[in-house]
T-cell receptor, first 109, second 115 residues
Framework: GQNIDQPTEMTATEGAIVQINCTYQTSGFNGLFWYQQHAGEAPTFLSY??LDGLEEKGRFSSFLSRSKGYSYLLLKELQMKDSASYLCAVSDSNYQLIWGAGTKLIIKP | EAGVAQSPRYKIIEKRQSVAFWCNPI?????LYWYQQILGQGPKLLIQ????????DSQLPKDRFSAERLKGVDSTLKIQPAKLEDSAVYLC?????????????FGPGTRLTVL
């Protein structure tokens, strides 16, 4: 079966760095997406990785290792507004997005 | 450019009643998705349209859920009759194509409460 695993909840301090991990087992791979979802709102796109390595975009970076079925989202200089759920999704062989359950990130002052 | 539009934003109904949701995707986006998201879970794909054809409806409870995209633009999702477990947020998303780099853009969602 297809499976995406990510931690249910994480807590971090304002100004710090946090890494949210995602492991996946899917039938085929056509890229991995990270989305941010604030409570009561729709998911918004953060990043896309299809090749191994690190993609940096401002305070957010995303890493992919296809051989390990592993990705992480790195958030630097955390701000209170970063409190949200972070969803990992993999595009499978049929270009269907397989979604993780999301990681709820709590930022404390 | 305008984003994905959905209505209504909130709906409260009693079990066994019917409800319909509407979605208008981003102009030019051929692919439209309906998702169900239960609190604390990731989105679950209900149905995917490519223009006005169905690509995937394997997780759509067809005994009570139906969806259409008649002219390949906007879409409606209907539940008839609703059950308590249908309480969720229904998200509509669209993408330029259903393949390759298929970044999906989401609408604000409809929060359904079934009493």
């Amino acid at each position: 079966g297809q499976n995406i695993d990510q931690p249910t909840e994480m807590t971090a301090t304002e100004g710090a760095i946090v890494q949210i991990n995602c492991t996946y087992q899917t039938s085929g791979f056509n890229g991995l997406f990270w989305y941010q979802q604030h409570a009561g709102e729709a998911p918004t796109f953060l990043s896309y990785n299809v090749l191994d390595g690190l993609e940096e975009k401002g305070r957010f970076s995303s890493f992919l290792s296809r051989s390990k079925g592993y990705s992480y989202l790195l958030l630097k200089e955390l701000q209170m507004k970063d409190s949200a759920s972070y969803l990992c999704a993999v595009s499978d062989s049929n270009y269907q997005l397989i979604w993780g359950a999301g990681t709820k990130l709590i930022i404390k002052p | 450019e305008a984003g994905v539009a959905q209505s209504p934003r909130y709906k409260i109904i009693e079990k066994r009643q019917s409800v319909a949701f509407w979605c208008n995707p981003i102009s030019g986006h051929a692919t439209l998705y309906w998702y169900q998201q239960i609190l604390g879970q990731g989105p679950k794909l209900l149905i995917q349209f490519q223009n006005n054809g169905v690509v995937d409806d394997s997780q759509l409870p067809k005994d009570r859920f139906s969806a259409e995209r008649l002219k390949g633009v906007d879409s409606t999702l209907k539940i008839q009759p609703a059950k308590l477990e249908d309480s969720a947020v229904y998200l509509c998303a669209s993408s330029f194509s259903g393949e390759i780099y298929n970044e999906q853009f989401f609408g604000p969602g409809t929060r359904l409460t079934v009493l």
